[in-house]
């Protein structure tokens, strides 16, 4: 069984592909998905957001760019697929009932 913060990983992981696909264009700056975290409760530094871009971008769910010191994440279709609950990856949590 997963311990707590692995489980907090998978859902923040998932939450960012959330607020990705929702984003227009799929793409999302460091600076703007670390402020939707923090409003949905996510007590996570900017530091934390950009290694779970970078492994998300490892996973291939994620193409990261970096322009003046700010990383910004696109969706890849793997990653959407996630978002979506049209696929899924054994770190990511699994949305519930939300089909786009």
């Not at 859902?11 to 949905?40: F, K």
């Not at 970096?66 to 699994?94: K, S």
Request: hydrophobic residues 35%; proline residues 2%; aromatic residues 6%.
């Amino acid at each position: 069984m997963a311990d707590i913060g692995d489980l907090n990983r998978r859902y923040l992981r998932l939450t960012i592909l959330r607020l990705l696909h929702d984003a227009a264009g799929y793409t999302m700056n460091e600076s703007l998905l670390h402020g939707y975290l923090q409003r949905l409760f996510f007590k996570v530094t900017r530091a934390q957001v950009r290694t779970e871009l970078a492994w998300l971008h490892q996973q291939g769910l994620v193409h990261v760019t970096e322009e003046l010191g700010l990383m910004g994440g696109e969706l890849t279709q793997d990653g959407i697929d996630i978002a979506t609950g049209n696929g899924t990856h054994p770190d990511v949590q699994r949305p519930s009932g939300r089909k786009s």
